[in-house]
Nanobody
Framework: QVQLVESGGGLVQAGGSVRLSCTTSGSIFSFDVMAWYRQVAGNERELVARVTSGGTTNYADSAKGRFTISRDNAKNTVFLQMNDLKPEDTGVYFC???????????WGRGTQVTVSS
């Protein structure tokens, strides 16, 4: 069974930085897309950033210029470096992995990021 384990969340002041990590239980090459989503209480999860197996990245408009998604294939880990954080970045960040064949998708349990003003 695929497991995604996130780490790196916490409390940070506005303008600060946080790096989230997501390690997969299997080879990261098994997944076509790795992504980070954010969820605020009462709202649906929204895409923050994604990276394909080929290295193509996409970002939400709110993340462009501040966040960077990357992957370390040797460590089966995907990162989200978040800089210049704002209070509106607060939420639970979920790691997501997708396999196009069979339309399989997997989620981590999430990690809380709180940005204080």
């Amino acid at each position: 069974q695929v497991q995604l384990v996130e780490s790196g969340g916490g409390l940070v002041q506005a303008g600060g930085s946080v790096r989230l990590s997501c390690t997969t239980s299997g080879s990261i090459f098994s997944f076509d897309v790795m992504a980070w989503y954010r969820q605020v209480a009462g709202n649906e999860r929204e895409l923050v950033a994604r990276v394909t197996s080929g290295g193509t990245t996409n970002y939400a408009d709110s993340a462009k210029g501040r966040f960077t998604i990357s992957r370390d294939n040797a460590k089966n880990t995907v990162f989200l470096q978040m800089n210049d954080l704002k209070p509106e970045d607060t939420g639970v960040y979920f790691c997501n992995a997708q396999v196009f064949s069979g339309r399989r998708t997997y989620w981590g349990r999430g990690t809380q990021v709180t940005v204080s003003s």
